[in-house]
């Protein structure tokens, strides 16, 4: 992606939440299975510097790679670092259409996965295991196997079958679709949870049932310091929804039994709507010939994007991730600068 270009909105929103350890542990802790978690070493996971999505596909797919130990007693018996650790994969896929052939394009994440370990560790003689896993948005739900054995055109005979498995490669992608998952069913820490939801709304739209379901959520976030640190991120892509009824929001947060019982953003959730500023900046962003008003939400926009990218970064790099209102003071050039300089530290070895 060039510094010139407005990152798609998914993609902020999921590197703004996985790029948080604790809320990618969270994720991962409540979608493998109990064998798995109970051998890891969760406060010592960490996010790896690495991407491995073609340039062609960034518009449509995000990943993150991360490595957590494995407990002393799960760990292999040798002391190499390939041993020691598992990696986790995540693929955020949100194509406008299926797509039959993910196996084959996460075999050669994969391999890029461990040619980046090698580098890392460039004596061990052994390569960790790794769980991809998707995280999927496709339009009517997610209907093809996960396994790369039915990437295979096999022979008819079973004979012959069982005797080629054995040189192909056989796995399968761990699996959340968003789609064919009920918003009661999303599970995790309360930030996880929103962003799920909200990554769900954007390709499916149910009549405005989700804002019921989102409400709740919303308080449960603001009961976290973790959570209020997030809660503009994600009411930022709330407020961009395409689906999102202003006024039915409003009347629904208002009609909340929460609206008078809990803290500070839910009770002026309304307020963001009934601010004239902004519902006006949504009707005009919304409707064609009221150029001017689009012309004004799109430089904010691209403001936004870029200050978005910046906290993205920064936080990737483990750098202290300047405020929202600090980073609005500079120009759009000057945060194409920024980051520029913050990718070419992904560069640096």
Known sequence: MSSSEIPQPHDALFRHTFGQIQEAISFFQSYLPEVITSALQWDKMRLLNASFVDEDLKKWESDMLYEIPWTDKAAGDSDEPAARSLYLYILLEHQSTPYRKMPRR????LMLAWDHFERDHPTTEGLPPIIPFVLAQTPGGWKFSRHFHDQIQWPKSAEIREFLKAYQPGFEHGLLDLTGTPFTALIGAPVLRLTLGLLKVRRQNDDGAWMDWMIPVIADVETTERGRMSLPTLL???FNIPELKPEEFQAKVTASPLFDKTSETIMTLADHFRNEGLTKGIQQGRQEGHQEGRQEGRLEGLQQGRIDMVQTLQALLGQPVDSSATLALQSIGQLDL????????????
Not at 106 to 109: C, F, R
């Open 236 to 238: 930022r892509y709330l």
């Open 106 to 109: 996460l075999l050669k994440y």
């Open 338 to 349: 920024l980051i520029q300089r913050l990718k070419q530290n992904f560069k640096k070895p």
